[in-house]
Nanobody, 128 residues
Framework: VQLQASGGGLVQPGGSLRLSCVAS????????ISWFRQAPGKEREWVACISISNSSTFFAPSVKGRFTIPRVNAKNTVYLQMNGLKPDDTAVYYC??????????????????????WGQGTQVTVSS
């Protein structure tokens, strides 16, 4: 599977932005999709994940309650809807997937490797 992320930009604090992750290839329905971000000088951080069945979503504490992760399988697309943006949300955002990693492993912090498939990053800047 190949992933392509888009939708980044400059937004004021408190504003909203929606990122898109479009997948090409077959079997999209069978992949859990995650979003990660990396700010300058900081380690990459897991942000959110939506399960294969769309029945479960998981969020890092830093974004819970502000971000959602809708998924439209018919469009092979997962979104990251970001509301109430803060300057600390400034980062390059990536979508990623791996057929052998489930969302719970990111949420619990029990996974010790990176996903195999990554989209290119999209820059999000939150500034007045």
């Amino acid at each position: 599977v190949q992933l392509q992320a888009s939708g980044g930009g400059l937004v004021q604090p408190g504003g909203s932005l929606r990122l898109s992750c479009v997948a090409s290839g077959s079997d999209f329905d069978y992949y859990a999709i995650s979003w990660f971000r990396q700010a300058p000088g900081k380690e990459r951080e897991w942000v959110a994940c939506i399960s294969i069945s769309n029945s479960s979503t998981f969020f890092a504490p830093s974004v819970k309650g502000r971000f959602t992760i809708p998924r439209v399988n018919a469009k092979n697309t997962v979104y990251l809807q970001m509301n109430g943006l803060k300057p600390d949300d400034t980062a390059v955002y990536y979508c990623a997937t791996d057929p052998y990693i489930i969302c719970r492993e990111y949420y619990d912090g029990t996974i010790n490797r990176s996903p195999d498939h990554w989209g290119q990053g999209t820059q999000v800047t939150v500034s007045s």
